[in-house]
């Protein structure tokens, strides 16, 4: 099977903004995310893998070019906006992220190419659909990588966790594997990691350290701390700055006053 090359590097699309959009006369509302009635079944996972994306590939949204949303539309006919899907998490490279909010929408004719991941978390009301007619739209739409995971370790989709690779149409299931921790992988080739069903939680592995991702809170932590370490001492830098200069000052009026006392002794 072929590695597709990954688009994490890739230099961000010009977003071709169409016209005007009519908002009043969808059949939703784009403002409202898409939550079922049994959302709580998948709540806490779907917060921890958002969680650990934003902070592996986003850098906590500092990066224009990665945008990752959740439970937002995306439509895929240019002619009927209605027509659309709401994945639980996707995430695309390469886009111009700050482009594509205010348009409320991801519209790929717009940003310059779909999604690049998308991935559903198992509940009751959305299963069978996550699993008959969702791979299907994906591959139309052209998401190089569709994934499921199932918090209940195959509750509702036979199986703990799944991933699939776009090869000619269709979805190719990716190699699962159990290393000797225990913990289910799969890997995948576009993000350059695996994804984990750890118990039925998710995870992170990062197979170029063999690390797993720390909880996106620690990370988030650490990311803060090291900004005000590095904020504490550009301040502490400005301020020693600030002090040689009043020093260099005051030196200066010290020596003007001396000269101008030596020149009036000369004087008299």
Do not use: H
């Amino acid at each position: 099977m072929a590695t597709p090359k990954s688009p994490r590097s890739a230099p961000m699309l010009p977003y071709q903004r169409g016209g005007e959009i009519d908002y009043a006369g969808l059949e939703f509302d784009p403002d409202v995310k898409n939550i079922t009635e049994d959302s709580m079944e998948q709540n806490l996972e779907l917060v921890e893998i958002l969680g650990l994306f934003r902070a592996r590939f986003t850098d906590f949204n500092e990066r224009p070019d990665v945008f990752l949303d959740n439970e937002t539309f995306i439509c895929y006919d240019p002619g009927n906006l209605n027509v659309r899907i709401a994945p639980d998490i996707y995430l695309a490279f390469g886009v111009d992220a700050r482009a594509i909010r205010p348009r409320k929408l991801y519209l790929p004719w717009e940003v310059g190419k779909p999604p690049d991941f998308a991935l559903e978390i198992a509940s009751a009301s959305t299963a069978n659909v996550d699993v008959t007619r969702k791979p299907e739209i994906y591959a139309a739409i052209g998401v190089p990588e569709f994934w499921r995971f199932d918090p209940g370790g195959g509750r509702y989709y036979g199986e703990p966790l799944w991933g699939g690779e776009l090869v000619n149409g269709t979805y190719q299931s990716l190699p699962t594997t159990t290393e000797p921790d225990g913990i289910l992988k799969i890997y995948s080739p576009l993000l350059e990691v695996s994804l984990c069903w750890d118990d039925g939680w998710p995870r992170v592995y990062d197979p170029a350290t063999g690390t797993y991702d720390r909880d996106w809170r620690a990370e988030r932590a650490y990311a803060v701390a090291v900004t005000d370490q590095r904020d504490a001492a550009r301040a502490e830098r400005d301020t020693a700055l600030a002090e040689n200069e009043r020093l260099r000052d005051l030196l200066r009026r010290q020596n003007g006053e001396e000269d101008e006392g030596q020149g009036d002794t000369t004087a008299c």
